[in-house]
């Protein structure tokens, strides 16, 4: 998977890098994939090595505002421009922009159609820090924060080796200075305002960027912290790669919420579907604890026809229960219904419905699964010749699926 698709990174948006472990080499691969298709300034709030000139197509040095004119011109032609002020007089770097002159810099490139991306962290390239009282320095007008660790660093001992202030990481994390660092010590980092979630602005998106996972083990390791890292609701998601690989992400880890449609009135049955007695529970009972076990958080039952019966039968099943008065407008008023109970701070909703009790935790967990090494907008199963249920919709659908009508539901958009 590219890096702009697992950042969800589109026109007008402000990316900020922190942590440690790849962010320059982060930022030049997406520099690259995106000057393809809108512009993109590459710049800094810090300072940058004079090497990584090579971040962007051409570089342009800005001191005062009329420095700046230049730039429309450039993002036409090379796609991509670093933005930086002078060199430095005490090392070789090139150094940042203030906030003026930034949100200015924002500005033209959001008229261009492009993109900003700001590396606002420094690590001397080390695979893992905590950062000074003094950084990072985030601008306000960032609308996505990405912390960056390296996981190589997991088993490494925390000192100068392969940590930026260890003594800080060693603070946040309760390692003991010279300790090899365990996934339990990067949590804390990751999770903490301390530590990655420092600085970030209050409306921002915060995507993790777990690099160097290179091999299966780190991988896996991943994963596991991955999904440990969720259980702090400021974090969205968490990509797991390699950014200097030939595919820099291998899997977007993120919550997946599940929606059960329980409200139809089963008018050719004779009598609702829903609470059919099936290995000693309701048929929509089933469907619950496939969402539950399969993985979804949260999870919402949408209820209808017989909606008090269904509640009582899900009365202790740990889901959410929505009523839709309007059920007999068909299967997409529940879709509606559903969607705006579980969207918030989620990257994928798993529609299920309440009548195939062989649609176990298993088949749910393979679409997530699927799901987090595409971003597909929509993952189903195959049935024979045809897509069957359940079906797992990206975020990216989830403004067409809430303009649906009529009873197709979801089956709406295959198309």
Known sequence: MR???????????????????????????????????????????????????????????????????????????????LVTGARATDEPKWLGLEAELLEQVRQITVAAGGSVLVEADGARGRSLKAPADYEPVVPPCADLVVPLAGLDVLGAACDDGLVHRPERVAEISGAHRGEPLTDAHLQRILTDERGALKGVP??????????????EPRLMTGVRLAEATLSQPRIQAVLLGAVAGDSPVSQVVGRVAGVVLA????????????????????LVWHAARAALDGGLDPVAVVVGAEGEAVSASLADAGVCLVENRDWEQGQSSSVRLGLRAVQIGVEAVVFLLA??????????????????????PI???????????????????????????GDRGGRQLFD
């Open 3 to 81: 890096l702009v698709d697992g950042l969800r990174l589109g026109p007008g948006r402000v990316a900020a890098f922190t942590g440690a472990g790849g962010k320059s080499t982060a930022i030049g691969r997406l520099a690259a994939e995106m000057a393809a298709v809108h512009p993109v300034v590459v710049t800094t709030t810090t300072r940058l090595a004079l090497s990584q000139t090579c971040l962007a197509h051409t570089h342009l040095i800005v001191g005062q505002p009329v420095d700046l004119e230049a730039l429309p011109g450039l993002l036409r032609t090379a796609g991509s421009v």
């Open 202 to 215: 209050p409306a921002a998106e915060v995507r993790l960027l777990l690099n160097k996972a290179d091999n």
């Open 263 to 282: 409200a139809g009135g089963s008018a050719r049955l004779g009598r609702p579907k829903q609470l059919l007695p099936w290995r000693g529970q309701p």
């Open 355 to 376: 009548d195939t009790p062989f649609v176990d935790a298993a088949l749910v967990r393979a679409l997530v699964a699927c799901h987090r090494r595409t971003l597909s």
């Open 379 to 405: 993952v189903a199963p195959r049935a024979g010749d045809r897509l069957a249920n359940p079906v797992l919709f990206d975020r990216s659908t989830f403004a067409s699926l809430l303009t649906l009508d």
